[in-house]
């Protein structure tokens, strides 16, 4: 088991050091809020980002933010008790997430996309309050793709998530240095590191959406042809030919003759 994590460690390093220097996601003198929810994606994205810490050319810092959304049994206490044994600093925040989803949620309506956003603007907010200027979120290559393809079949837009944005508020940069990691990576390296992974305690925690899950099943039988189809795809993202679309405000005309 030690050999199979620290293999999946280099090559999970290895990706976010690409993604890092790819996208220039890290600079000098950066401050950086690393949301942790608990889940294997968040704590493999600190983990790694602190190892890179100690070693890179240039100084930054991290600080990771717990968001507590009052869900009935959320064990906040359980990743506490992992960032001061791994002396990390930190902030942990409690907030009335799970009132405001019971008041505003439409029947049948998803959980997921009303607590992500209102996370989200915790989330800047908290970055904002204890001065960091970057906030890292923990999206692996799986989410990336799985987002490009929802918005194709269901939204009709070619858009997935960017590795680099300016949040809405105009001051946080979110940057994602998972892009280029796996989803199969992440689950037997948190495995291996035995990370005290903790449930959101949400009524769908662990349970992908309907559309999402379709996703995921689409992506594993293609796999079964292609190995690469989910590089292919990611590698799409970064390869667009704008005359090829039908977008009229990204198409040039052809000159006049």
């Known amino acids: 088991?030690?050999?199979q994590k620290d293999t999946l460690y280099r090559r999970i390093k290895h990706?976010?050091?690409?993604?890092?220097?790819?996208?220039?996601?890290?600079?000098?003198?950066?401050?950086?809020?690393?949301?942790?929810s608990g889940g294997k994606d968040s704590y493999t994205l600190l983990h790694v980002l602190e190892e890179l810490r100690r070693r890179a050319p240039v100084k930054y810092e991290l600080f990771a933010i717990n968001i507590d959304s009052g869900y009935p049994g959320f064990r906040a206490d359980i990743i506490e008790e992992h960032l001061k044994e791994h002396r990390f600093?930190?902030?942990m925040e409690k907030s009335n997430h799970y009132d405001i989803i019971r008041e505003k949620r439409r029947p049948g309506s998803s959980y997921c996309s009303i607590c992500a956003r209102l996370k989200r603007g915790a989330l800047y907010a908290l970055a904002q309050q204890f001065g960091c200027n970057k906030l890292a979120l923990g999206h692996h290559m799986d989410d990336f793709i799985e987002t490009l393809l929802l918005n194709q079949f269901f939204v009709g837009s070619l858009k997935a998530m960017a590795p680099s944005m300016l949040a809405d508020n105009g001051q946080t940069t979110v940057i994602r240095p998972l892009v280029y990691v796996e989803e199969k990576e992440i689950i037997p390296f948190s495995r291996a590191s035995r990370f005290p992974v903790v449930c959101c305690r949400c009524p769908v925690c662990g349970k992908a959406d309907l559309q999402r899950r379709k996703m995921k099943e689409l992506l594993t039988r293609l796999e079964e042809e292609n190995r690469h189809v989910k590089r292919s795809l990611l590698k799409a993202l970064s390869n667009v030919q704008p005359r090829h679309l039908l977008d009229r405000h990204l198409v040039k005309q052809e000159p006049q003759v």
């Open 1 to 3: 088991m030690t050999l």
């Open 15 to 36: 990706g976010v050091g690409r993604a890092i220097a790819d996208f220039d996601l890290i600079a000098e003198g950066d401050r950086i809020a690393v949301a942790v």
């Open 89 to 91: 600093a930190y902030h």
